[in-house]
């Protein structure tokens, strides 16, 4: 059989009624029974209509914010719930019409009420911003609800049912993120003091509800006087805001003394006492409480800043106000601790380059310097290599040694000056189109000799390329040069290969390979860092000033090209260079542009020389010839500075 509910009595139901009752007991329970209704257009409690009985109960047993308004004076009614959102006309405001509770808010809400009384029409307001006059001044309160009509027993709307929720935290809160937020935009991207403090005045000008006005004032480095460093809300050069604050004098509008005894905590200044001005708001009442924030440095103890504040007289200083004041001074603290750290950044950044700019004027004036008795010195001593028979044999491997000395010398100050003028950015590169085979195959037949003596092998294979390759014959002359010195160096057995061919992905690609010591896996990401060198490597000698392979990757960057490196240690290295086809990704002005400063190749020679100066004793004292010419040794030139004595006077002697 289909049960049924069973049907509860009279008597049945008196004791449910009475336990709800019972579960349901609050304040307003009480109060609504107390009250004397009697002098009110309700009249006593046994003649209300049952629509209003249970329209109160059902209030009254919600824990939802509730009011009821009933009659046509809109007599109050509210739950426990609600008493918060009354504040001090609890419970003055129980049994009062709506009109007089809500005297100040009646113009627009009365509105809402009289549609819903007479034309039954429900209402819902989202967020709404009202005034309400509920802690003894006008309050700005946010307040979402809907008021929805009561019919009472003929069917007529007899009352009006409102639900609530305060939402003025949430908004408030959302509005004080979004301060938070801006000046952590600004903590991130000051450049400078000055750019922080017009940023956080700025912005802190938008936020005139919460800030009525503020206040900036920075201390200098004694902390004896604070200039003002921004103001809002506040005309400047005041009373209140003066230009400069004499900290010593104790003439200040504001309590700074306690702010420095303080050092972190806030101070509360009641601006009622001030009699003699008035301080503005954004709102009809002017702002009756202040705040004297202090903005800690970063760097050093003690107060950088301060930040006066004016407070908003429509809001409680509660809880919520003072933690966002407290969250305000850090990130205005951390701004301009973020602004001061990179300015002493960059004064220490433009205090190196200043210095690295001094170095590398340095380098260059030296390495002018050097070149000139260099090149004083290879001269007579290429000229006494021409005569060997004339000389005695020790002589001439003195000469020898002295020619190879020097031209090591030479190619070192060269290296220093590329540097120079690489970092100056006073390269002049003339790049032009070449038959980079055969460049680099007669580039690398120079060492053929050396690395035979040695009991090497070496292997040259520069295939035909599809087009010619723009490249600066200086500089590939140093990058095919040192990588193969490089090789012979810490070659001792095997062979050093080198191969040229198009590269798979486009380009050309150079690759120098050899059969020597290798490289450790953790030297290879510093190995072309300037004057780094490998410990322990056991190359052919121990000289060596660690930037030819730096030089190289320079060099080949101009080309806009790059270098790798692969190494296994007993096996060997190999370095691979590529280079795009084209002229596309160098500088317009300086394809086929001729060269106005002297050139600091010093071709194949020095280099040989110093490779067979690596070289046991027994073979080393041969001078270096070139194979395109046995008879004539190769001489390092270069562009001679005209207004040197002893060079005018060399010219003139053998003019």
Not at 299 to 313: I, T, W, Y
Not at 421 to 429: C, F, V
Request: glycine content about 8%; some cysteine.
């Amino acid at each position: 059989m289909q049960q049924t509910e069973p049907i509860l009595t009279d008597d049945a139901r008196q004791p449910v009624i009475e336990r709800l009752h019972l579960l349901q007991q609050g304040e307003m329970r009480a109060r609504i029974a107390a009250y004397d209704w009697n002098g009110t257009p309700l009249g006593p409690q046994a003649e209300w209509p049952q629509s209003l009985r249970s329209s109160v109960e059902l209030m009254l047993t919600s824990r939802y914010p509730m009011l009821v308004w009933w009659g046509p004076q809109l007599i109050q009614f509210y739950n426990d719930a609600y008493v918060p959102v009354l504040g001090q006309r609890h419970p003055w405001g129980l049994g009062q019409p709506a009109s007089v509770c809500w005297a100040e808010a009646w113009p627009f809400v009365g509105r809402l009420a009289d549609a819903v009384m007479k034309e039954g029409a429900s209402t819902w307001s989202e967020r709404l911003e009202m005034v309400m006059t509920r802690n003894g001044f006008p309050e700005e309160v946010y307040m979402t609800f809907s008021y929805s009509p009561i019919l009472d027993e003929a069917g007529a709307i007899g009352g009006l049912f409102c639900a609530c929720t305060e939402e003025t935290k949430r908004v408030l809160g959302d509005r004080r993120l979004a301060v938070l937020r801006t000046l952590g935009d600004i903590a991130a991207g000051s450049k400078s003091s000055i750019e922080a403090e017009a940023a956080i005045t700025a912005a802190l000008g938008h936020y005139q509800r919460d800030l009525t006005f503020t206040l900036l004032y920075r201390l200098d480095d004694d902390g004896r006087i604070a200039q003002r460093a921004g103001h809002n809300g506040l005309e400047p050069g005041t009373a209140s805001s003066p230009d400069s604050i004499d900290l010593s004098a104790n003439a200040s509008p504001w309590p700074i003394d306690t702010l420095l005894a303080e050092q972190s905590a806030p101070v509360i200044c009641d601006l009622a006492q001030q009699a003699d001005q008035v301080f503005p708001s954004t709102w009809p009442e002017p702002t009756r409480t202040a705040v004297l924030l202090p903005l800690p440095r970063s760097d050093r103890a003690g107060l950088g800043c301060f930040l006066v504040v004016g407070l908003s007289p429509r809001l409680v200083l509660d809880d919520g106000y003072e933690t966002f004041l407290h969250l305000l001074a850090r990130q205005v603290a951390a701004a301009l601790g973020n602004a001061r750290a990179y300015e002493r950044e960059r004064a220490r950044a433009e205090a190196l380059a200043e210095l690295d700019r001094a170095k590398t004027t340095f380098f260059s004036n030296v390495s002018h310097e050097f070149r000139t008795p260099l090149t004083l010195m290879l001269g007579p001593l290429e000229e006494l290599r021409d005569y060997p028979d004339e000389i005695a044999p020790d002589v001439s491997q003195r000469i020898a040694l002295a020619h190879r000395n020097a031209q090591r010398l030479l190619k070192l100050v060269n290296t220093l000056l590329d540097f120079a003028r690489i970092e100056a950015g006073r390269w002049e590169a003339s790049y032009a189109p070449v038959d980079l085979d055969a460049m680099t195959a007669e580039l690398a037949s120079n060492f053929r000799s050396a690395v035979e003596r040695a009991g090497l092998a070496l292997n040259v294979a520069c295939e035909p390329l599809r087009e010619r390759v723009f490249v600066d014959l200086d500089m590939w002359e140093k990058i095919v040069l040192n990588l193969i010195s490089n090789a012979f160096k810490f070659t001792h057995e095997g062979a050093i290969d080198v191969s040229l061919k198009d590269a798979a992905d486009g380009g050309v690609e150079l690759v120098v390979r050899d059969t020597g010591i290798g490289i450790p896996s953790h030297e290879l990401p510093r190995l072309f860092e300037r004057f780094h060198r490998i410990a322990d490597a056991k190359g052919r000698s121990f000289e060596g000033s660690g930037i030819g392979l730096a030089l190289v990757q320079e060099l080949v960057r101009l080309h806009g090209g790059r270098i790798a490196v692969q190494s296994e240690v007993g096996k060997g290295t190999a370095f691979t260079v590529q280079l795009p086809f084209g002229a596309s990704h160098l500088p317009a002005e300086r394809a086929g542009a001729a060269k106005a400063l002297p050139s600091t190749a010093i071709r194949a020679g020095a280099n040989i020389d110093e490779a067979l100066g690596r070289l046991p004793d027994d073979t080393a004292g041969t001078p270096y010839r070139s194979p395109s010419d046995a008879s004539a040794p190769v001489a390092g030139r270069v562009l001679l500075a005209d207004d040197n004595a002893d060079i005018v006077e060399l010219r003139q002697q053998r003019s």
